[in-house]
Nanobody
Framework: QVQLVESGGGLVQAGGSLRLSCAAS????????MGWFRQAPGKEREFVAA????????NYADSGKGRFTISRDNAKNTVYLQMNSLEPEDTAVYYC?????????????????WGQGTQVTVSS
């Protein structure tokens, strides 16, 4: 089992940047593929980015391609989401998720563990 704690959210102006972090407990972090999702008010939770266990492969939703970068540091049990050129449409609660598998998936149902989320608000 793994526990996930997100941090790094906040209020930023359009065009700005934020880096989200997700710290995982336990000694088997490298056994998990990781994902970032987000949920805006009144909308369903949606996929943002994912990374495989080694960090050698990533996947992004079209909305974040070219602006967001997911990475991980297995020595620090942490996954990151660097977000640049933020837009008001990126405003949401951002969640990290863990999946004990080799492969990445984009569906929320594919992840076993979730953090509590961190709020990102982008002002225009």
């Amino acid at each position: 089992q793994v526990q996930l704690v997100e941090s790094g959210g906040g209020l930023v102006q359009a065009g700005g940047s934020l880096r989200l972090s997700c710290a995982a407990s336990g000694r088997t972090f490298s056994s998990y593929a990781m994902g970032w999702f987000r949920q805006a008010p009144g909308k369903e939770r949606e996929f943002v980015a994912a990374i495989n266990r080694s960090g050698g492969s990533t996947n992004y939703a079209d909305s974040g391609k070219g602006r967001f970068t997911i990475s991980r540091d297995n020595a620090k049990n942490t996954v990151y989401l660097q977000m640049n050129s933020l837009e008001p449409e990126d405003t949401a609660v951002y969640y990290c998720a863990a999946r004990m598998a080799v492969t990445m998936v984009v569906l929320t149902a594919g992840y076993n563990y979730w953090g509590q989320g961190t709020q990102v608000t982008v002002s225009s």
